[in-house]
């Protein structure tokens, strides 16, 4: 098994190019925007990080408790789901049949605990506007062929990252999102 390794920062021409770089996803094609969206998160996610820290940054200079109880509520909710996904076979089931659903449980168990903590807001702001800015950049991002051979490595698993190793714990992997592409395409249909 290769050890993990933390993708290089890409520089700010290949992150952000001009706009002949980036199109808007196909909807009608799931399976080619599932696998820009996953290949964008694995090439990209030095980049994506120090998005969100930016945010985070920002966001905690101006809130510093509720950002502090946001992070703790949310790591606290994302360990016990991997933590039950491990030991419960029922949940362990469900994250495997129904992974987008299992992640969208997650993201609403951790606004609850947080809305009845009072930091709604510091939760909009610090941990869902760096998600909307990662999620869009990896829509609408199209492929080099850099990005391609990259993930084509890590896939065969002659190298491993961080955020290859979350979406497999949040049971994502591309095997998982082809099902999910396979039933909304299915649904699409009829």
Known sequence: MAKVE????????????????????????????????????????????ALAIVVFLIVGFLNP???????????CVFLGSVWAGEN???INNFKRQNPTAFVIAVMVASYMLISLLG?????M????????????HA????????????????GAGLKRSPMGILLEALGQQEENLHKIQSFLEGKLKE
């Open 139 to 154: 829509s609408f991002r199209l492929r080099n062929m850099k990005n391609k051979l990259e993930n084509k490595i890590e």
């Open 125 to 136: 702001t610090a941990i869902t506007l760096p998600l909307a800015l990662i999620c869009a």
């Open 6 to 49: 933390l993708t290089p920062l890409r520089p700010w021409d290949d992150f952000f190019p001009g706009a002949e770089r980036f199109a808007k996803p196909d909807v009608k094609d799931l399976a080619k925007w599932n696998n820009r969206v996953v290949s964008n998160l694995l090439y990209y996610q030095t980049n994506y990080l």
């Open 65 to 75: 408790v509720g950002m502090f109880t946001a992070m703790a509520v949310v790591s």
């Open 88 to 90: 419960r076979a029922v």
């Open 119 to 123: 930091s709604v807001m510091v939760f």
